[in-house]
Antibody, heavy 120, light 107 residues
């Protein structure tokens, strides 16, 4: 079955750019699914960041749209997140997730998540 | 943006009891609503999709109901592993949003 694994720096300086990658295994990123990023500040709820289809089509949360880029690398079967001009408010666990056609385009599965701290 | 409001924020129950969680949408989401369970230190897990369909591998004690703006997740008899935080989420329009969560804790 499909498994997702996030990777990237755990510490980013204020005003810098957060960069994460999600490796997809057990399935093709070129399937009829959307590939998403969701974040969760410590002790708080879930916030959808954005998503991409293998064709390159994207959807972003308007609250973050000016700072977010989600891209796909089909040759590596992975997709990525870049969030620019970060502040302490961007400190969160970042999850990648598939919106699976198998369950009517809901989030399944999720990666284990990676904590990114914004601090100098 | 559609706002999902979950209630109560915390539900204190004993194992074996029935749990009833609510999710209310600021406008109709038809049946485009899902429920997720998140245990401490873990990623969310899909429980219910399209308001009332159990995801593969989810026990029958979990059920969902509702349409439009009012939805309910019911756990018929709480098992020890069910004490967790539950989130609802819609997908009828962008941005996709989640409710604030209901924590089901041991009484």
């Amino acid at each position: 079955q499909v498994q997702l694994q996030e990777s990237g720096p755990g510490l980013v300086k204020p005003s810098g750019t957060l960069s994460l990658t999600c490796d997809v295994s057990g399935g093709s990123i070129s399937s009829t699914d959307w590939w998403s990023w969701v974040r969760q500040p410590p002790g708080k709820g879930l916030e959808w960041i954005g998503e991409i289809y293998h064709s390159g089509s994207t959807n972003y949360n308007p609250s973050l749209k000016s700072r977010v880029t989600v891209s796909v690398d089909k040759s590596k079967n992975q997709f990525s997140l870049k969030l620019s001009s970060v502040t302490a408010a961007d400190t969160a666990v970042y999850y990648c997730a598939r919106r699976s056609q198998l369950v009517a385009s809901w989030f399944d599965p999720w990666g284990q998540g990676t904590l990114v701290t914004v601090s100098s | 943006e559609i706002v999902l409001t979950q209630s109560p924020a915390t539900l204190s129950l004993s194992p074996g009891e029935r749990a009833t969680l609510s999710c209310r949408a600021s406008q109709s989401v038809s049946n485009y609503l899902a429920w997720y369970q998140q245990r401490p230190g873990q990623a969310p897990r899909l429980l219910i999709y399209d308001a009332s369909y159990r995801a593969p591998g989810i026990p029958a004690r979990f059920s969902g109901s509702g349409s439009g703006t009012d939805f309910t997740l019911t756990i018929s008899s709480l098992e020890p592993e069910d004490f967790a935080v539950y989130y609802c989420q819609h997908r009828i329009s962008w941005p996709l949003t989640f409710g604030g969560g209901t924590k089901v804790e041991i009484k």
